[in-house]
């Protein structure tokens, strides 16, 4: 699937909301899962959320659902979180991840392919 680039963060004030993208090289794009992951500093890498290719299935994590949406757009190979009212705990390194098995779409391991990750600071 070639290399995964995200875009989008920056500092946001708390209560604000941010998009985030994650644009995928390479001419297979539609068959993968996409997810979206996070961590902060001396935390875990933590699921964010997660599509299937056809976009029956999203997943998201305990702390963001209700507030973050992912989409995808298969003809442009590109991924997106949007992030609503934003939450100084959601301050973190986002990263997007590609897999080609919809069987642990929440496991970070199942994600072979990585971006380098962008910033989101969230401020109080």
């Known amino acids: 699937q070639g290399e995964l680039v995200e875009s989008g963060g920056g500092l946001v004030q708390a209560g604000g909301s941010l998009i985030l993208s994650c644009a995928a090289s390479?001419?297979?794009?539609?068959?993968?899962?996409m997810a979206w992951f996070r961590q902060a500093p001396g935390k875990e890498r933590e699921f964010v959320a997660a599509?299937?290719?056809?976009?029956?299935?999203?997943y998201y994590g305990d702390s963001v659902k209700e507030r973050f949406s992912i989409s995808r757009d298969n003809g442009m190979d590109t991924v997106y979180l949007q992030m609503n009212r934003l939450k100084p705990e959601d301050t973190a390194v986002y990263y997007c991840?590609?897999?080609?098995?919809?069987?642990?779409?929440?496991?970070?391991?199942?994600?072979?392919?990585w971006g380098q990750g962008t910033q989101v600071t969230v401020s109080s």
């Open positions: 599509i299937n290719p056809d976009r029956s299935r999203t």
């Open positions: 390479g001419s297979t794009f539609g068959i993968y899962v």
């Open positions: 991840a590609a897999s080609t098995s919809e069987k642990y779409m929440v496991q970070s391991w199942n994600y072979a392919s």
